[in-house]
């Protein structure tokens, strides 16, 4: 390193901690050499004004300068610097490209606990959108908790990392809320995309859907973001505002994108079967919200604030609802394939029996039942007759019809949903049909040979079941002689 890059250097030289932000450690430089703002360093520069004083706002030939006057490694400057690209569109956060608009630079959040651990700035502050401490699972504070200061905290004066910039109150007093358990896991994943540590960046990676394996860390987070509204529609309000308020960002935004990392570990199909299972729910808005949300997430996929790797990944999306119209079919279609009850088959997908996915079809967001579930219950569709009216066509009771399919004589068929008690017994009607007439074919004509009625035989059994089904059987197997006796009655009562 040149010794003319500086035109002064530090007494004493201050190790670098591992993710640490680098004006936090500018800041902590200046306290440790008892300088009354950290301006004092950063204009070493000669880029820095004092209204501005973060070495975040460094090029690659101030952070050179920088590095020599801390008595650092230009490299490791440059990790911890959140160098700008040449169009100021993205940053670098320990080696992963983010959107600009993910880090915040005003002012100085922390975490209580964490302070109280290591007294420094960590960069993983610096995310916009998820104010949170990993370290000790808190939401990050920003005021002062002394009640007579309560100043946002800034980068100016250097009284210590732990202390207030205007009252030196203890940092480490303030009271952080915690962030819920059920949502911590997600939240490490989504941290971990662009974490310092190359072994937290690979755990999260390792769950990611193999579909987004390529994609950056930054434009993952990008992608989280564009996705957040169709969990919370609130919360796109939110991502146009270039402040953003920690109250509304714990409440509204972290809970929105805690949600959307299921969708980037089961991309595409996680957020399809979300939105459907929405539109499933019904209700009084039928998921208008969430439809509504998606499909402006898809409309925007060519949005120019977008990076070009998150709108080639909303750009496939947008491929795959549109050409899914040929993989389903609707409820109304599918009603008129299978005979099957309308209302039913709409309880039945909302229940999840019947598998369903998204599509789009025009400018419509519409859920489809999967061609594979519909088939067999066509190829099940076959004119049937119901129990009581088969009873009615041999003049037996119930009970033997259901003995009769026991022996095979007819075939039993399902009900198609919503078509009575589909749960209940129906036969084919063609085999009913052949039944009757191979009995009439077997039956002789009228005579005396067969004096004995089989109706008043039956009546003689008792009250148990007659085995109406054995005779009938018997009958048409030519084990048994009967004959067709005259009458109007029901044709079983005139079985000799």
């Known amino acids: 390193m040149s010794a003319n890059l500086s035109p002064w250097r530090v007494t004493r030289a201050v190790p670098l901690i591992a993710g640490e932000s680098l004006d936090g450690y500018v800041a902590r430089v200046a306290a440790a050499h008892h300088m009354p703002r950290m301006a004092q360093i950063t204009e070493v520069t000669g880029e820095i004004q004092l209204h501005r004083p973060h070495a975040s706002f460094c090029d690659d030939t101030g952070l050179e300068i920088l590095a ?29 490209v983010v959107s600009r608009e993910f880090l915040q630079f005003s002012y100085r959040r922390f975490s209580p606990k964490a302070l109280s651990m290591s007294a420094h700035h960590r960069g993983l502050w610096q995310v916009r959108q998820l104010p949170i401490c990993t370290e000790t699972w808190e939401y990050l504070e920003e005021r002062c908790p002394n009640p007579n200061c309560r100043r946002r905290q800034v980068w100016r004066r250097t009284a210590g990392i732990d ?38 960046r690979r755990i999260a990676r390792r769950h990611l859907s193999p579909e987004l394996s390529d994609i950056g860390g930054g434009h993952l987070l990008e992608l989280a973001r564009a996705l957040a509204p169709v969990v919370d529609r609130r919360v796109a309000t939110l991502l146009q505002s270039r402040s953003l308020c920690l109250d509304s960002t714990r409440d509204l935004l972290v809970p929105a994108l805690t949600a959307t990392w299921p969708f980037l570990a089961g991309w595409p199909g996680a957020i399809e079967q979300h939105v459907a299972d929405k539109l499933n729910l019904g209700g009084t808005e039928k998921g208008g919200n969430t439809r509504k949300a998606f499909y402006k997430v898809l409309c925007d996929r060519s949005n120019p604030k977008l990076s070009p790797a998150v709108q080639k990944v909303l750009s496939q999306l947008f491929e795959r609802c549109r050409t899914a119209c040929s993989r389903g079919v609707t409820i109304a279609e599918m009603t008129k394939l299978t005979g099957a009850d309308r209302p039913t088959l709409f309880r039945m997908r909302k229940a999840g029996t019947l598998p369903s996915f998204l599509a789009l079809d025009g400018i419509r967001l519409k859920v489809l039942v999967n061609k594979d579930a519909v088939v067999p219950m066509v190829a099940q569709r076959t004119p049937r007759l119901r129990l009581i009216h088969a009873a009615e066509m041999l003049g037996v009771p119930t009970y033997a019809i259901r003995e009769i399919a026991h022996l095979g004589l007819v075939e039993v068929v399902p009900v198609p949903p919503g078509r009575g008690d589909y749960l209940q017994l129906a036969v084919c009607r063609d085999g009913m049909q052949a ?23 039956m009546r003689k059994i008792g009250g148990r079941p007659k085995p109406w089904a054995q005779v009938f059987k018997a009958i048409v197997d030519g084990e048994l002689t009967a004959s067709l006796a005259e009458g109007s009655a029901a044709r079983a009562a005139y079985h000799d």
């Open 68 to 96: 020599d006057c801390l008595g650092i490694g230009r490299a490791s400057t440059r990790l911890h610097s959140p160098l700008w690209s040449p169009d100021t569109r993205t940053l670098n956060f320990f080696g992963t």
């Open 163 to 200: 202390l207030c910039d205007y009252c030196a109150e203890p940092l480490t007093r303030a009271r952080a809320a915690p962030v819920p358990e059920n949502m911590r896991d997600s939240l490490a994943m989504l941290v971990g995309l662009i974490h310092h540590d190359s072994d937290k």
């Open 435 to 457: 039944l009757y007439d191979k009995l009439y074919c077997r039956l002789a004509q009228p005579g005396d040979a067969h004096p004995v009625s089989l109706a008043q035989a």
